[in-house]
T-cell receptor, first 113, second 110 residues
Framework: ETGVTQSPTHLIKTRGQQVTLRCSSQ?????VSWYQQALGQGPQFIFQ???????GRGNFPPRFSGLQFPNYSSELNVNALELNDSALYLC????????????FGPGTRLTVL | GQQLNQSPQSMFIQEGEDVSMNCTSS?????WLWYKQDPGEGPVLLIA?????ELTSNGRLTAQFGITRKDSFLNISASIPSDVGIYFC??????????FGPGTRLSVLP
């Protein structure tokens, strides 16, 4: 059974650019959630996708958007990058939209210069 | 919005000692979860608690779901060097988002 994978591992962008981060969910999991973790803080919920539909969103602006594909993998897109978007972006998958146990990938470290 | 508080913020202990940490909320949760995060990695689920008063163990780890449903506790017995990391609590209610605490950083001295 393959766990949650994310790509790329690290990414450096400049202010104003756009970025796409990718996540493959654990086998059998149809729900993917994205989190932003700033240095020294806990993960902050961005949004969740269940069967290709957005299923809940945290307090993040519209320039944070996402997609989920038929194989349940997912993308996080961030437009007009700002310096404070620098963070570890975590993807977590679970076997259902309201299943409380979720399993995290290793994250993508985004640095915005 | 909902916020979780964790204490202590950080702790230094000697190898072999027991560890206690807790997580409190101003809101009620249906589920409490405890995660551990190592540097450069994603959080790993340690224990999930589903019922007020529940006490659950996973090896040397024991966690409790507080009776008020507003808090949870994690204990680690006989700490070892690989216990080093950041421990996060998370609360969840059905139909709502997960809320994470700011973490407790554990250092184990040999």
């Amino acid at each position: 059974e393959t766990g949650v994978t994310q790509s790329p591992t690290h990414l450096i962008k400049t202010r104003g650019q756009q970025v796409t981060l990718r996540c493959s969910s654990q086998s059998g999991h149809n729900t993917v959630s994205w989190y932003q973790q700033a240095l020294g803080q806990g993960p902050q919920f961005i949004f969740q996708y269940y069967r290709e539909e957005e299923n809940g969103r945290g307090n993040f602006p519209p320039r944070f958007s996402g997609l989920q594909f038929p194989n349940y993998s997912s993308e996080l897109n961030v437009n007009a990058l700002e310096l404070n978007d620098s963070a570890l972006y975590l993807c977590a998958s679970s076997p259902g939209q309201d299943v409380p146990t979720q399993y995290f990938g290793p994250g993508t470290r985004l640095t915005v210069l | 919005g909902q916020q979780l508080n964790q204490s202590p913020q950080s702790m230094f202990i000697q190898e072999g000692e027991d560890v206690s940490m807790n997580c409190t909320s101003s809101s009620i949760f249906n589920t409490w979860l405890w995660y551990k995060q190592d540097p450069g990695e994603g959080p790993v689920l340690l224990i999930a608690l589903y019922k007020a008063g529940e006490l659950t163990s996973n090896g040397r780890l024991t966690a409790q779901f507080g009776i008020t449903r507003k808090d949870s506790f994690l204990n680690i017995s006989a700490s070892i060097p690989s216990d080093v990391g950041i421990y996060f609590c998370a609360g969840h209610n059905y139909g709502q988002n997960f809320v994470f605490g700011p973490g407790t950083r554990l250092s184990v001295l040999p």
